[in-house]
């Protein structure tokens, strides 16, 4: 029997019941060794599959630093807003107003 083609096939875990195929065919020429041929393949797809999953752990890493810097934002913001309420003045009970026409009756039996 003679080999005229190979084929290799690499299912990559991308997480998160996430995957990626990727297939290659290769035609093995008249006096080309098979084994040989094949292990090239796999070399191949392996490289290719491992530059792909490098780029996609890249962009994901970039975007959790851009997700950081965005938290540490909001984080000095919500101090900021924390500060000044805490440096304004809690209103004086005596200073509420009331309606000089309102009766005990009107506010309620306590």
């Known amino acids: 029997m003679q080999i005229k083609t190979i084929t290799y096939k690499r299912i990559f875990n991308a997480g998160s019941y996430e995957s990626k195929h990727l297939e290659m065919f290769a035609e093995i020429f008249e006096g080309e060794d ?6 090239r393949l796999m070399e191949k797809v392996e490289r290719k599959v491992r530059e792909d999953a490098s780029q996609q752990i890249e962009s994901e890493i970039s975007q ?3 997700e950081l810097h965005d938290l540490k934002k909001e984080v000095e913001r919500l101090k900021a807003e924390k500060d ?6 809690e209103p004086n009970p005596d200073d509420i107003p009331f309606d000089s026409s309102t009766t005990s009756n009107e506010l309620g039996n306590f």
């Open 34 to 39: 098979a084994e040989e041929a094949a292990s």
């Open 64 to 66: 959790l630093k851009q």
């Open 84 to 89: 000044e309420l805490a440096g304004a003045e």
